[in-house]
């Protein structure tokens, strides 16, 4: 078991190592000279060469990257030159909106997705699998960004009952109030594609031996569906869920950008517009480490739970 | 197992019998529903400078706000421009820059997938930490970031997309390949003398088209609403250019009153979209793969 967490974290290691080098080459693939487009064309000569200065530009590219990595080590990746602060604290407090919005969305989307798969894989092929079927394809085709404008169209405009955008943070139930809209529209992009992969492994769990064993026994249909079936598909479909985070990521950037939340997908979409590199190589690094720790806990997770994996792999 | 405990074993199997047929049908059915709506959607996208009732940038001062009518079918923007004209090249271009930045990843990640596959070793490795890195970012976030780097523009989706798209198919066909591999008309082929490259792509690499072809078809899906996406964003195509992205982010200032600017091209876009994801339906169900919407 021990040595299968270590395996695993050497693993990353070189995933690690190339995400960061990914991270730094963005400033050294901007065709022409970074500083000039961060400050304009009418900047003068003497400010140009203070920002090459602070950004490293004149040194050489290998001792660039070797301080671009001392940085990254300890979490200093200089000053954003959008938000005057220091990058990790700007990407710190968003990060803290993103991850509760996701949370929420997370929530909300195994809220929808956990009835309607067990109504699908219990009814399967009929006409409640169909609808599932036909459901997932509407949401899946549906762009979120319409999506939430829609939402917000309706639930905002014509309703009322929430904000049509911008987040409060004065207290945790103000903040989810503020949420909720984005957090609906991001669980429903995210719910398809959880019902279907829990509705599979519903089915292959559902023709176990165990289960008829347990219905042999004359235990509820209840109490096997949701006291064994469902507790095993759950395991299958966390996994699934942390596999496709990138996915979830890609959906969280654009609703933040829909509702006007100050997360990390408007900070990242600023820093594009107002080409502070800094702040770019910080966010793609957070993102890429984000969904390499998440692979990484899913699986060691998956492994604990299940010992024939860690059996598995060592051969 | 359940086959021999039923009571009447006959008559279960005359069931499943009609299931399966009726299943067969159903996806059938599934194939030839998405292929149409698909099909006719594109044909007016395809004859848009012929069909268009107005032209793409054709702007109208006088008649600006106009809701939904016989003269413009989707109303009208903030500029008088024809809603369903501008929907009509919209879906045009959507089309276009989907079909390349799907099917160009398919091909490059294929052959790599396949080589890794085939020959393990250090080109296993090396193939399969490019693509856990690529994936280690979320795609819009690398596509955003290419774009921080050359521009906003579709150049920069076209290069963001080939950069990362290669590695989901990469990533199919090397798990494909790992069982063709030990197939036994693979291990004949090898004992006929043949060429490793003669194995490779006239024996193997049309065994993994399958998997591939069907994930294709939901990653239309996806491209389109990533494309859409970045353009929403305004780092992807450009005002005044149409495009679906484009379009309802143009009408969102004006959404309380003119809604139809925003909420029908995305009604297009929706259906575009389960047409595609119909066919996938069909096709995975005839091809016996499982339709999925993420690999």
Redesign the interface.
């Known amino acids: 078991m021990f040595s299968y967490i270590v395996r695993r974290i050497i693993q990353?290691i070189?995933?690690l190592l190339?995400?960061t080098l990914?991270a730094f080459a963005?400033i050294i693939?901007?065709?022409g000279d970074p500083a000039q487009h961060m400050l304009g064309y009418n900047a003068t000569p003497e400010s140009l060469r203070i920002l090459r200065e602070q950004l490293g530009l004149d040194r050489p590219i290998s001792q660039q990257f070797w301080e671009f990595f001392q940085g990254a080590v300890v979490g200093d990746f200089g000053e954003s030159i959008l938000k005057k602060e220091a990058v990790s604290i700007v990407v710190g407090e968003r990060a803290i909106v993103s991850i509760l919005l996701l949370g929420y969305s997370v929530f909300i989307a195994l809220f929808v997705s956990l009835p309607i798969a067990t109504v699908s894989a219990l009814r399967r092929?009929r006409w409640p699998d169909?609808l599932l079927?036909f459901a997932?394809?509407?949401t899946?085709?549906?762009?979120?960004?319409?999506l939430g404008?829609?939402l917000?169209?309706w639930f905002g405009?014509h309703l009322g009952w929430f904000p049509v955008g911008g987040y409060s943070d004065s207290n945790i139930s103000s903040a989810l109030y503020t949420l909720t809209l984005p957090a609906i529209t991001i669980g429903l992009y995210l719910a398809?594609?959880l019902a279907?992969s829990l509705r599979?492994s519903l089915i292959e769990e559902l023709d176990r031996?165990y289960v008829?064993a347990a219905r042999g026994r004359g235990f509820t249909e209840t109490r096997v569906i949701g006291g064994h079936v469902l507790r095993n598909s759950l395991i299958a479909t966390v996994t699934v869920l942390s596999l496709?985070?990138?996915?979830l990521?890609?959906g969280t950037?654009?609703v933040e950008?829909v509702f006007a939340i100050p997360g990390l997908g408007t900070l990242?979409?600023d820093?594009?517009?107002q080409?502070d590199?800094p702040l770019?190589q910080a966010?793609?690094l957070f993102?890429?480490v984000a969904?390499?720790i998440t692979?990484l806990l899913a699986d060691l997770s998956y492994a604990v739970l299940d010992p024939r994996i860690r059996l598995e792999r060592k051969r | 197992m359940k086959y021999l405990l039923s009571h009447n074993s006959r008559s279960v199997g005359d069931r499943l019998i009609r299931r399966a047929s009726a299943d067969r049908r159903w996806s059938r059915f599934s194939l030839y529903l998405g292929l149409t709506i698909v099909g006719f959607i594109s044909l007016a996208a395809i004859l848009a400078p012929w069909i268009a009732p107005y032209g793409e940038r054709e702007i109208d001062l006088l008649s600006t706000f106009q809701p939904p009518s016989f003269k413009h079918i989707l109303g009208t923007d903030d500029m008088g421009r024809d809603v369903f004209s501008r929907v009509l090249y919209g879906v045009r271009l959507d089309l276009q820059v989907v079909l390349v930045i799907t099917y160009a990843p398919l091909l490059i990640g294929m052959f790599l997938g396949a080589i890794a596959g085939y020959f393990g070793g250090w080109i296993d490795t090396v193939i399969n930490r490019a693509i856990d890195t690529v994936m280690a970012i979320p795609f819009l976030v690398l596509v955003i970031v290419v774009v921080a780097i050359i521009g906003p523009g579709l150049e920069g989706v076209f290069i963001g997309v080939m950069g990362v798209g290669w590695a989901l198919y990469a990533r199919l066909a090397r798990a494909d390949m790992l069982v063709i591999r030990e197939e036994q008309y693979i291990l004949a082929a090898k004992g006929l003398g043949y060429s490793t490259w003669r194995i490779l792509f006239k024996h193997a690499v049309p065994n993994l088209l399958r998997s591939s072809l069907v994930f294709s078809v939901a990653d239309i899906v996806l491209n389109m609403v990533l494309l859409a996406g970045v353009s929403y964003l305004g780092l992807g195509v450009q005002p005044p250019t149409a495009e679906l992205g484009v379009i309802i982010a143009d009408g969102q200032p004006f959404l309380l009153y003119a809604w139809w600017i925003t909420t029908l091209p995305g009604l297009v876009f929706v259906f575009l979209g389960i047409g595609f994801s119909l066919i996938g339906d069909g096709l995975a169900d005839m091809l016996g793969e499982e339709f999925k919407l993420t690999v």
């Open positions: 990353s070189p995933v190339l995400v990914g963005v693939l901007v065709p092929n169909h079927r997932s394809m509407i899946f085709a549906m762009p979120s960004f319409w404008l829609l917000a169209l405009l398809p594609l279907r599979s031996d008829d496709n985070v990138g996915y990521l890609s950037v654009i950008n990242i979409v820093a594009v517009m080409r590199y770019i966010l793609t993102f890429g969904v390499i692979n």
